[in-house]
């Protein structure tokens, strides 16, 4: 069958298109915006990838066309779609229809650290020899790639988002995929564009907790407010908390200050029969917000057998997603490191992080271009998530229609504003010096700034 996917590029449809070339299919696709490193394992995987969007695009006449959900009416291919009345599906539904039936499904589920904590819950099933299927929005490095199917009925890992399904569905993209375990790691507002408020979006995840048997598992992070509201609504599933709350039967206790290394406690009763049990994690990543999302895969790898022994071990070997702090160079002394955080509390968690997690100053690059932050619905809160930086420079991107200035304003560490990229470039270079960790932070191509700074870097410091 040939398989054509618009808006290819995008972290869920780019995986969608690998488990498709999984099945046999031969797959093609468009997109906008073609960049890596979704495009380099597409075409390494040889998928047609197509710039840009037209009628031209569906010769030859595709089976099946599957419509990302960042696509809508008046886009020039969806209508050539509709008018040659090709099949059309969402991938959510393709995903529900073609890989998982009669798989044991993890869908990992919040606002921050859902791509991170899938790729943990995968690694640790792959270290214990269960050879998972997994669909991720991200790359994790101990797989190269953000999708496979894995094992005949082996478990399936999925990045569950509540971001709306197509422009013909505007369900949440997690409720197609009828998981046996859901983890709910945190909740809090973002998706200004299709939510109108956080009271939405908690609807949208009791409708996840809905489609959770009665024998599956629900993990929730502890410290919550609004997933405790979620649960109030009614939940007909075990439920099971981890975090820090002394009451959580899954918690962890931070033995280094930057989280790289901790105690994690699994509580399973009380009294001398119960078969408590402890490990240490001692591992590569740092943060608090790392080692929740940890604690959360653990949690996960266990409902389906995987001892908590053997995975606090396999985290010694797990290698973050890239653009998760992937360090993506380093210059005279000068590591370039990209990150995806894009929304304020996921800057300020990444910039304490890595605050915590090492010497010299921290020098930050920030792009606000999600739909959120176009809106400029939490600009207030932006100042304030930038505090652990040494310095920052706000890259004011076309389409920002609120200016930056008013973040600077409010900033408590010395910031700028730029909106010419290469002038970007030369300030941060200029400003650079040995021992500094630049940290480019953005949920999209940022014009290949990592790059440009290791260039320029080498010619200002080479």
């Keep these: 069958m040939h398989v054509h996917i618009l808006g290819i590029c995008g972290t869920f449809m780019g995986s969608l298109a690998l488990l498709a070339r999984e099945l046999g299919h031969r797959v093609s696709g468009s997109d906008a915006n073609v960049y890596p490193p979704m495009s380099t394992q597409l075409e390494a995987a040889g998928i047609t990838l197509q710039d840009g969007y037209g009628a031209a695009n569906l010769a030859p006449r595709p089976d099946l066309v599957i419509i990302g959900n960042a696509l809508s009416r008046g886009n020039p291919e969806v209508e050539a779609v509709l008018e040659a009345r090709l099949p059309y599906i969402s991938g959510p539904q393709w995903l529900a229809e073609h890989v ?30 269960l050879e998972p299927g997994f669909l991720i929005g991200g790359v994790p490095r101990n797989f190269g790639v953000s999708a496979r199917l894995g094992g005949a009925g082996a478990p399936f890992v999925v990045e569950a988002d509540e971001y709306d399904t197509a422009f013909f569905d505007k369900r ?15 909740l809090e507002y973002d998706h200004a564009d299709i939510f109108p408020d956080l009271a939405a979006i908690e609807r949208q995840f009791h409708h996840l907790v809905r489609i959770v048997p009665g024998d599956g598992a629900l993990l929730v992070a502890d410290g919550e407010p609004a997933l405790e509201r979620v649960l109030e609504l009614g939940a007909w599933t075990p439920v099971s908390r981890f975090g820090t709350a002394a009451t959580s039967p899954w918690r962890l ?36 917000y790392n080692a929740r999302n940890a604690l ?54 990444t910039l304490g992080g890595l605050k915590a997690g090492g010497e010299g100053r921290l020098l930050a690059v920030i792009e606000p271009r999600s739909n959120t932050m176009r809106l400029g619905t939490l600009r207030a809160r932006l100042a304030e998530s930038v505090a652990a930086a040494d310095a920052v420079w706000w890259y004011q991107p076309a389409g920002l229609d609120w200016s930056l200035d008013e973040v600077v304003a409010a900033s408590p560490v010395p910031s ?14 200029a400003d650079a010096r040995p021992g500094d960790r630049i940290v480019a932070m953005s949920n999209g191509g ?15 410091h080479g």
């Design 172 to 186: 949440s993209k997690f409720v197609h995929y009828r998981p046996e375990i859901a983890v709910l790691n945190n």
């Design 253 to 288: 206790e931070l033995e280094r200050e930057d989280a790289s290394r901790f105690l994690v406690i699994h509580e399973q009763g009380e009294g001398p029969d119960a078969a408590n049990e402890d490990a240490v994690v001692d591992w590569s990543l740092t943060g608090e």
């Design 446 to 460: 940022f014009g290949g700034i990592h790059e440009r700074l290791l260039a320029a870097l080498e010619v200002a």
């Design 296 to 349: 959360a895969a653990l949690a996960a790898a266990r409902c389906l057998g995987v001892g908590l022994a053997a995975g606090a071990a396999a985290l010694s070997r797990f290698e973050s997603p890239r653009r998760r702090q992937e360090l993506r160079g380093e210059v005279a002394g000068i590591r370039v490191i990209d990150d995806f955080a894009h929304h304020p509390t996921a800057i300020a968690a």
């Design 416 to 429: 700028r504003v730029v909106d010419d990229l290469e002038a970007l470039v030369a300030m941060v270079v």
């Design 100 to 129: 998982l039936p009669g798989r044991r499904v993890i869908a990992v589920a919040g606002t921050h650290g859902k791509t991170t904590t899938a790729s943990l819950t995968a690694w640790l099933l792959e270290a214990a020899g």
